[in-house]
């Protein structure tokens, strides 16, 4: 299915074209709310979009995992891992765009 990947200069260049401010303006706006995502991501805090979904922290605790090539068990450390959740909203876009492709 792969589509394109998205990447900072486009959501730049998206808010360029939408909002109106200058590129570098608009530059700063993204690299401004990802950072804040990103801090509160950090400090093990949740970050709800309305209608996008959830970024969410999890713990991980030790588990012992296994080698497939060799089959030794490994030890994996306990770790913190980010998870999203999208909104029933955005899943019914994303459903509803699969249905009129067809």
């Known amino acids: 299915m792969g589509g394109k990947t998205v990447t900072r200069a486009d959501l730049?260049?998206?808010v360029y074209q939408k909002v109106g401010?200058?590129?570098?303006?608009?530059?700063?706006?993204?690299?401004?709310?990802?950072?804040?995502?990103?801090?509160?991501?950090?400090?093990?805090?949740?970050?709800?979009?309305s209608s996008f979904g959830s970024f969410l922290v999890r713990q991980k605790?030790?588990?012992?995992?296994?080698?497939?090539?060799?089959g030794e068990e490994v030890p994996i450390s306990?770790?913190?891992?980010?998870?999203?959740?999208?909104?029933?909203?955005?899943?019914?876009?994303?459903?509803q765009a699969l249905a009129e492709a067809e």
Do not use: Y
């Not at 530059?27 to 949740?46: N, P, Y």
């Not at 605790?61 to 060799?70: C, H």
């Open 12 to 14: 730049c260049e998206a």
């Open 21 to 49: 401010l200058s590129r570098t303006e608009s530059a700063d706006l993204v690299e401004m709310v990802l950072d804040e995502i990103s801090d509160c991501l950090v400090r093990g805090e949740s970050v709800k979009l």
């Open 61 to 70: 605790g030790e588990r012992i995992g296994r080698n497939p090539k060799t």
């Open 78 to 95: 306990p770790r913190r891992v980010m998870v999203f959740k999208p909104s029933n909203v955005l899943k019914q876009k994303i459903n």
